[in-house]
């Protein structure tokens, strides 16, 4: 079991510019979340996933953003017209249908938006 | 909506002694989780410890327990024998029945000082 493991681990990017990120869950896992981290704050959920269905989104996720989960494996994150308010660390999660509640955690992408 | 105070930014704690962490939470769900989450400097988020709100007994991992009173919405962690490797950022995190986000505290840093 290798764990959660998100690409990349950092990004820089302009303002404006598009960015994505890949979240690869641990096999089986059937839910797969994203939350956002700023400085000094605890993470802030954005969206999830069972399967490859998006069930729940939060307000935090505007028209920019968007999160795919395709064959219900990996997932990705896209940032549109990033904006300096975009910096922050994006963290994936997974959990198993055995144990649904609890979260396993990736390393996250840190992303600058200068 | 949930939500999940921890009120002390910062603590610290010498090497072998123990140290208490404190967090209320608030939710109107009867099912839920919380969670005691550790994450080191620039490391992922790490699970500690988990308890069933159904659950009256206090759960336990090794040198880490926690104090549950759901009456008064409150649960603690406590670090016994405190070692340099428990230096880290604390965050704790509520989640209802349906597994569907964590919603986390601003989290504590603790020190461990020799």
């Known amino acids: 079991d290798t764990g959660v493991s998100q690409d990349p681990r950092h990004k820089i990017t302009k303002r404006g510019q598009n960015v994505t990120f890949r979240c690869d869950p641990i096999?089986?896992?059937?839910?797969l979340y994203w939350y956002r981290q700023t400085l000094g704050q605890g993470p802030e959920f954005l969206t999830y996933?069972?399967?490859?269905?998006?069930?729940?989104k939060s307000r935090l996720l505007s028209d920019r953003f968007s999160a795919e989960r395709p064959k219900g494996s990996f997932s990705t994150l896209e940032i549109q017209r990033t904006e300096q308010g975009d910096s922050a660390m994006y963290l994936c999660?997974?959990?198993?249908?055995?144990?649904?509640?609890?979260?396993?955690f990736g390393p996250g992408t840190r992303l600058t938006v200068t | 909506a949930q939500t999940v105070t921890q009120s002390q930014p910062e603590m610290s704690v010498q090497e072998a002694e123990t140290v208490t962490l404190s967090c209320t939470y608030d939710?109107?769900?009867?099912?839920?989780?919380l969670f005691w989450y550790k994450q080191p400097p620039s490391r992922q988020m790490i699970l500690v410890i988990r308890?069933?709100?159904?659950?009256?007994q206090n759960a336990t991992e090794n040198r880490f327990s926690v104090n549950f009173q759901k009456a008064a919405k409150s649960f603690s962690l406590k670090i016994s024998d405190s070692q340099l490797g428990d230096a880290a950022m604390y965050f704790c995190?509520?989640?209802?029945?349906?597994?569907?986000?964590?919603?986390f505290g601003t989290g504590t840093r603790l020190q461990v000082t020799l």
């Open positions: 999660a997974s959990s198993s249908r055995e144990i649904p509640y609890e979260q396993y």
């Open positions: 996933f069972q399967n490859e269905a998006q069930l729940e």
């Open positions: 995190a509520c989640d209802t029945g349906t597994a569907s986000k964590l919603t």
């Open positions: 939710t109107s769900e009867s099912d839920y989780y």
């Open positions: 308890q069933e709100a159904y659950k009256q």
């Open positions: 096999s089986e896992h059937n839910r």
